[in-house]
Structure formats: structure tokens, C-alpha cells
């Protein structure tokens, strides 16, 4: 039977119009579970809906909390929310919502029952739903394979169709999850109140958890489809454990958890590798090491021997959890695969799978262990080249700004209002004036019109698209024809990128925009502005 928006619906209670902002922040400390709460009139029919960190945003404002607590949350409430009725399948809402109001999902959506509320949805458990819809999708697909000989060509109808969904639903999931993010980012720089740190982080690690769920189901899909890449740059085997703590070591402490790092072998030892999938891998490993541990700690370490030119390195994350039962060693690194504690504790049952897949790229193996105690070890071996050590760059002093040395204006393009005012604000705390339109066609006008010194150019928008812009940018001659374009997209694909570049952009930052690779990029190509000459694309 498929899967109705009513086996999906969360029965959270509704409140009234008229109900104080004060209420429901109160409402939503007490019940942290909650993303998003329906407004309901006398006869239960919605008439909106309050999204979490929508609300925390607003409240978390320049007198925030003095305008809108004792006011009524009619004032803060989203009026036209996605409303839809229960009976209808996931499949076909996903289809008509990407279609119609793709931006809307990250927000939630109210589920009705005869036009009146029965319960609210989330764009999480959507993702969910249809990662197992996929599931048994590909269950069905084996065994008509096993009956008529038809599998590869089915498989392949499976896994195409599979990809296209989840690149649009990563696309337009990450573009309002870049207002989402960018803006908590912003609040965390400029609170003046500290009391309201913790509600900005939480923000961000939500909107982080969900970034990394996309990440891995997009990555499962590139993997599946054998368009997984590896960017191979020397590194330094150390730092990269050591920017590996940094992340995990607060988090671990704020559980009252013990994690404890090692490493073996040479202090200056690099290798040649993708440093960025070796700390996917281990993040994913620390991360579900964590979830499952109540009592004791998690130690992780990585252990590097030289064989001639190749390095065997042998990462190890052992923790002190519920463990992984014996029967489901086999099985627990493929997609979906969850023991019964992953289904308490929740996750789509992704990361591993992506552990193995990136692994295996690599050419290295990985295996899951039961410890003699509690808990379990993961264990991955990968071989590495050898490379002569590097001094990495210094990094520029925090009171730099890219105006340090010229007046710069930016010229900014993109149809979502949230992110011009994301990216004009970064710009403006970079040191540099901006000015921002709404399409492509107004970005080739302003554009011409001279006086810019960098552009940051949104891909899909009305009337013209990003690369089109850029090429009539580029064809067009004049002053503008030599000026830096960077490409600001939730296209996370790395071959998106490279046709991109192929169109005249010079460099791709993606969305959700974090604030120091924007100001990296920007600063590397305006140091190397004056020295290229203008181009043109044919």
C-alpha cells in the first residue's frame, strides 16, 4: 500500500490566532521535538502555521521579544502555508510540491483531514518516506529480475529515476536552507545577548543535520550511478585528525561522553588524497559512535605506515554503545540498513553506506567489529602516496577585510529575496558596497552600466539564468567583460561546476554559503583581477 501524508502527520496540538507570541515560545522550549506548530480558526481549519526557527529568528531580532510576546501570533505566522489533504500519497505530493512550491518544504506543511487539521509534516520525514519508498522500490525491482531477466535495465530505470529526484530535492532544499543557515551565521556574529546563543545554535545544527541527511543521500545516488569523484591534493595526515576533534570534542563533552583522538606514525607525514571524503568518512563514524553511546567514551584513531612511495593508513573508531548484534554485521553497511537502536534513536541509515562506497573508492576496505565489551569498532584500511611536506598558507588576520586595499562593489543577482539579503549582508561585512537585482537580464544591464568589481551570480532565475547572463556578460565587450563572476548555486554536482567555469564563471560557492569560502574566493580573484586580461566566450 503506498505511504498517505496521514501516516507521515505529526498530531501536534494547534493554537488559536489570538494566542500570545509568549505562549508559544514557551510551547516550543518544552517540546524541542517540534518544527512547526498550525494555526487553527474555531472550526479547526487552518489559517497558518508557526515554523521553529522562523520563529526564534524573529524573536531572537533586535527587540524580538518585546514586540511580538505579548502580541498575538497572527502577527508572526506564515498565512499561506502548504496545505494538503492526508489521504493524498507521498509520491504525488512530493511530485505536485516540488513542482509548485519546492522552497516552501523546508518550512513544513499542515495536513488535513476534511479540510480540518490533523497533524503537520516536515520536509525530514518526507525525505525519509521516500528514501524507503525507494527501498522497497529496488526490493521489487530484484525480484522481477530474478523472474524475467530484465534487472539491469530495470535497476537502471530505478536508480536514474532515484537521482533525479534526489539532486531536485537537494537543489531546492538547499536553497532556502541557505537563507536558514547564512542568516543563523550572521546572528551568532552580531548577538549582543548571550542568553540566545543557544537557540542560534540550534538552528545551525539543525539545518546542519539536514545538509548532511542531503549530502549522503546525494552522495549514495552519485555512487550508485558511478559518478562518486575523488579530488586528490596533499595533506597533512595530522591536521586532518586534529580538524576532526575540533568538531566532535564540544558536542561529545555537551553529552557527557569522553572522546579521545590518537595518531601514529610521523608528526610531519603527508599524503596525497581527498582529505575532504577521509573526514566524511570519519565524521560519519564519529557521529554514529556518538549517538549510540550513553555511558563511557569513544576513542578514535589513525595510524599511518610508509611502504616505500604508498602509505597504509588505518583509521579506528571504537565506542562503548549498545554494539552492533552479530546477525546484522553483514548487513549494516547497506542503505537503509538500521539495527533496532538506529530506529529509535532516528536517521535515514545512510552513513555507513557512504563510508563503504567512499572506502571502496579509494581502494581500501572497511568492516565492522563487535568489541569484547560493550560497543563496537569500525575499521578502515585506505593506501595513500607519499608526497614531501608542505607549509600550508597562512590564513588572513580577522580584522581584514577584502576593502583593505580598494573600494569594492559587488554586484549581486538572484530572484530569492532571502539570499540577496544573505549575500549582500556578507558583502557588506566583508567591507564591500552592494548592489542587487533580481534576474539575469538586470544583472547584464547593471552589469554594462559599469562601476562593479566582482559579481556573484545566482544559476536558475527568471528571464535570463546565470550562465546565460555570464555570457552575454562576457560577449558584450566593455569594462564588464573583465570582471570576476562567481557562481552561487545549490547544483552541488561537481560537473555542474566545471560547466559553469566552461561558460565564463571563475569560480562556484555553494549554497548554503558558508561566510569564510565566500570571502576566500572573493579575495582570491580580486588579488588576481588586475593581472588577467578580459575575456570572451564564443
Request: aromatic share 6%; glycine share 8%.
Amino acid at each position: 500500500m503506498l505511504a498517505t501524508l496521514f501516516d507521515l502527520a505529526d498530531p501536534v496540538s494547534p493554537i488559536r490566532p489570538d494566542t500570545q507570541g509568549e505562549r508559544v515560545y514557551e510551547r516550543f522550549q518544552a517540546e524541542p521535538d517540534i518544527l512547526a506548530i498550525a494555526v487553527v480558526d474555531e472550526e479547526g481549519r487552518p489559517v497558518g502555521m508557526v515554523e521553529r526557527n522562523a520563529f526564534f529568528v524573529a524573536m531572537a531580532a533586535h527587540y524580538g521579544r518585546a514586540l511580538y510576546a505579548l502580541r498575538p501570533i497572527s502577527l508572526l505566522m506564515s498565512r499561506s502555508p502548504l496545505v494538503v489533504e492526508g489521504g493524498v500519497t507521498v509520491a504525488d505530493f512530493c511530485g505536485q510540491a516540488l513542482a509548485d512550491r519546492a522552497s516552501e518544504l523546508l518550512q513544513g506543511f499542515i495536513v488535513t483531514n476534511g479540510g480540518r487539521y490533523a497533524g503537520v509534516g516536515s520536509a525530514l520525514s518526507l525525505l525519509q518516506a521516500t528514501s524507503e519508498a525507494n527501498r522497497r522500490h529496488a526490493e521489487q525491482m530484484t525480484q522481477i529480475a530474478d523472474t524475467l531477466g530484465r534487472a539491469e535495465a530495470q535497476a537502471q530505470a530505478a536508480l536514474s529515476a532515484k537521482s533525479q529526484f534526489l539532486a531536485v530535492m537537494s537543489h531546492e532544499i538547499r536553497t532556502p536552507l541557505n537563507g536558514v543557515l547564512a542568516i543563523a551565521d550572521i546572528l551568532e556574529r552580531k548577538l549582543a545577548q548571550p542568553e540566545l546563543a543557544p537557540y542560534i545554535h540550534t538552528i545551525q545544527d539543525s539545518g546542519q543535520t539536514l545538509l548532511r541527511l542531503l549530502t549522503d543521500a546525494l552522495d549514495l545516488s552519485r555512487a550508485e550511478a558511478g559518478r562518486l569523484d575523488l579530488n586528490e591534493e596533499p595533506f597533512h595526515l595530522a591536521g586532518l585528525l586534529d580538524d576532526v576533534a575540533s568538531l566532535w570534542t564540544a558536542r561529545a563533552d555537551a553529552k557527557g561522553v569522553g572522546l579521545a583522538f590518537s595518531y601514529e606514525g610521523l608528526e610531519g607525514q603527508w599524503a596525497l588524497g581527498d582529505a575532504v571524503r577521509i573526514k566524511q568518512i570519519l565524521n560519519n563514524l564519529i557521529s554514529n559512535a556518538l549517538k549510540f553511546t550513553e555511558r563511557g567514551g569513544v576513542e578514535v584513531s589513525l595510524t599511518c605506515v610508509r611502504q616505500d612511495m604508498l602509505l597504509d593508513v588505518e583509521g579506528q573508531v571504537r565506542d562503548t554503545g549498545s554494539g552492533v548484534p552479530a546477525d546484522r554485521l553483514a548487513q549494516i553497511f547497506q542503505p537503509f540498513s538500521q539495527t533496532e537502536a538506529g530506529v529509535r534513536e532516528g536517521g535515514a541509515g545512510l552513513g555507513l553506506s557512504i563510508c563503504q562506497q567512499l572506502v571502496e573508492q579509494m581502494g581500501g576496505e572497511i568492516e565492522a567489529r563487535r568489541n569484547a565489551g560493550p560497543g563496537s569498532t569500525f575499521v578502515f584500511r585506505i593506501p595513500l602516496y607519499d608526497v614531501p611536506a608542505s607549509e600550508p598558507s597562512p590564513a588572513p588576520g580577522p580584522a581584514e577585510t577584502v576593502a583593505d586595499r580598494q573600494n569594492i562593489r559587488v554586484l549581486i543577482a538572484d530572484d530569492n529575496a532571502t539570499n540577496r539579503l544573505v549575500a549582500c549582508t556578507l558583502c557588506e561585512m566583508f567591507g564591500a558596497e552592494a548592489h542587487a537585482v533580481e534576474d539575469g537580464q538586470a544583472a547584464v544591464e547593471a552589469a554594462a552600466a559599469g562601476g562593479f568589481d566582482l559579481i556573484l551570480m545566482d544559476i536558475k532565475m527568471p528571464r535570463l539564468d546565470g550562465v546565460a547572463a555570464t555570457r552575454h556578460i562576457r560577449t558584450e565587450g566593455g569594462p564588464a567583460a573583465g570582471v570576476p563572476i562567481i557562481a552561487l548555486t545549490a547544483n552541488a554536482d561537481p560537473w555542474d561546476a566545471a560547466a559553469y567555469m566552461a561558460q565564463g564563471m571563475d569560480a562556484v560557492v555553494e549554497k548554503p554559503i558558508k561566510a569564510e569560502r565566500l570571502y576566500e574566493t572573493m579575495r582570491r580573484l580580486l588579488d588576481a583581477a588586475a593581472e588577467e586580461p578580459v575575456r570572451s566566450v564564443a
